[in-house]
């Protein structure tokens, strides 16, 4: 599964700071048809923590969006 190979990356960037990593959307419904981009959220303890963890995730190849 896609989303468990990328949780994995992700524990490996920033696993220090996060509590829990969770796929959400669509593609995270076995069998329902969804589009091709993986959702997913990431649990802080801080939100103090929000600026270090976005860096790191910049740092590398993702796209951090806050809502």
């Known amino acids: ?3 468990l190979k990328e949780k994995k990356k ?4 920033i696993g220090d700071l996060v509590l829990v990593i ?9 069998g329902l048809s ?9 649990g802080i303890s801080d939100e103090k ?6 860096k790191k995730l910049t ?5 951090y969006i806050s809502l």
Do not use: N
């Open 34 to 42: 969804a589009k091709p981009i993986i959702d997913m959220i990431i």
């Open 49 to 54: 923590l929000l600026d270090v963890v976005a």
């Open 10 to 13: 992700l524990y490996s960037i």
């Open 59 to 63: 740092d590398k190849p993702y796209i």
């Open 1 to 3: 599964m896609f989303f």
């Open 22 to 30: 969770e796929h959400i959307g669509s593609t995270s419904i076995e």
